[in-house]
């Protein structure tokens, strides 16, 4: 502990000689709240018991041992991962994940008393609840859900985003903030269609219909894919579909790290849709030539992402969450590895010298600039980041993989 102290103050020095209050950017990062998502702890299993495999263009990869097999081991593995990361955050759910007591609920028949458990949970840990509409792995799924041109299965898909909706304004009445709810769908063909148009049309409509009920405790989140594991040549709710919607709905566009051309850059798009849609969320995942879901680790691309938030002044109308789900090493551990590496990339983007770049650059001194950002490259920014952690009671530096070993070995282990 003192040695953690000491090796902060001496960064404290640092970072003040370049203007950089080191307090003051621990302060802001606690107050981030990530959104970490209930799906890496079992696979995107859910509790529905329908026992259909994954379908919609998802693939989980491994079968690590010891993954949750019900809600209270996915609750006990969830919390176990939240105590080794400082901070409070938030859970993702998706609706596959209701507390539907054995019992066979159809996805247009969920309500708000199906999560009331979680929302009890929620309360009782201090965690605030996000929520996703589930169109995948299901007898209805197929290729197309909200712009299937068969009525009766885009009803059922209406009518079960809307159950979505309720349930998520629900969710946040009851925990006093307003609950993020997404709508990803799969949408998509293998091959390019006869007429990629009457597909959009049929979304379109879908939307006008499901957000025509306005809520005053939930958000609205959309978000487009680049392609499905299978529907790779032609995606409904493109990028495209979903910027146009949000810009003249006045809705949220999710921005999936994953979900977009492998060399298109993500931090690009923040300061241009700022300027045209009132938020934006954020999936954080780890794409490796394909939106693979891979654990988020501090990479360029990600601290890119992060700097671009921070530089925007942006932290109020950019929520923050995780998406993805590795079945090759722990679950808990990818929890921890991911989430610490996405609050290390907003530490460092707090600590750039933000008042003297832009010096720089207003000066036309672009060597000073292009010299301080890679003299900050070398900062001693995990000794603030361990004091970040030594502030919030969870273990510094590498400290956290005993603390999962030892759960594995008591806990995740004796799973079969």
């Not at 995107?44 to 994954?54: H, M, P, Q, R």
């Not at 996703?132 to 299937?148: A, D, E, I, V």
């Not at 993500?266 to 794409?287: G, N, Q």
Request: hydrophobic share 35%.
């Amino acid at each position: 502990m003192e040695n953690t102290s000491t090796r902060y103050n001496d960064a404290k020095a640092r970072y003040a000689e370049l203007g950089v209050d080191t307090d003051e950017a621990v302060k802001i990062l606690e107050t981030i709240a990530i959104s970490i998502h209930c799906w890496q702890a079992d696979d995107v299993t859910g509790f529905e018991n329908s026992g259909d495999a994954l379908s919609g263009g998802i693939q989980v990869t491994g079968n690590y041992p010891g993954k949750a097999r019900n809600m209270d081991e996915l609750r006990l593995d969830i919390l176990k991962a939240m105590s080794l990361i400082p901070g409070n955050h938030r859970l993702s759910l998706h609706e596959t994940y209701g507390d539907f007591q054995g019992q066979k609920v159809d996805r247009n028949e969920v309500e708000p008393a199906h999560f009331q458990s979680w929302m009890d949970w929620g309360k009782a840990n201090n965690i605030r609840l996000d929520f996703n509409s589930t169109s995948f792995s299901h007898p209805k799924s197929g290729n197309l859900t909200l712009s299937h041109p068969n009525k009766e299965i885009r009803n059922f898909w209406i009518d079960h985003t809307k159950r979505c909706r309720a349930i998520s304004n629900e969710m946040g009445r009851q925990q006093g903030d307003p609950c993020m709810m997404n709508l990803w769908i799969h949408d998509g063909s293998k091959e390019v269609p006869a007429n990629r148009l009457r597909y959009r049309v049929l979304l379109k409509a879908s939307l006008d219909e499901i957000f025509s009920i306005e809520y005053k405790h939930m958000k609205d989140s959309i978000e487009a894919k680049l392609f499905g594991i299978g529907l790779e040549s032609y995606t409904v709710g493109s990028y495209d579909f979903y910027l146009g919607y949000g810009v003249k709905n006045n809705k949220i566009v999710t921005l999936d790290t994953g979900h977009f051309h492998p060399t298109e850059s993500i931090a690009d798009k923040i300061s241009s849709l700022l300027l045209f849609t009132p938020e934006i969320m954020l999936h954080v995942s780890r794409p490796i030539r394909w939106d693979s879901d891979h654990v988020v680790v501090l990479n360029d691309d990600l601290t890119d992402l992060t700097r671009e938030i921070i530089r925007c002044n942006a932290l109020d109308r950019i929520h923050i969450g995780l998406d993805y789900f590795d079945a090759t090493i722990n679950r808990i551990g990818a929890y921890v590895i991911g989430t610490r590496a996405t609050q290390k990339a907003l530490l460092l983007a707090l600590l750039e010298p933000a008042a003297t770049l832009i010096k720089y650059e207003d000066e036309d001194r672009l060597f000073e600039r292009l010299a301080l950002q890679e003299e900050m490259k070398a900062m001693p920014w995990q000794a603030v980041y361990d004091y970040f952690c030594l502030k919030n009671d969870v273990p510094t530096g590498a400290g956290f993989i005993s603390e999962i070993q030892q759960y594995e070995k008591k806990v995740t282990g004796k799973r079969t």
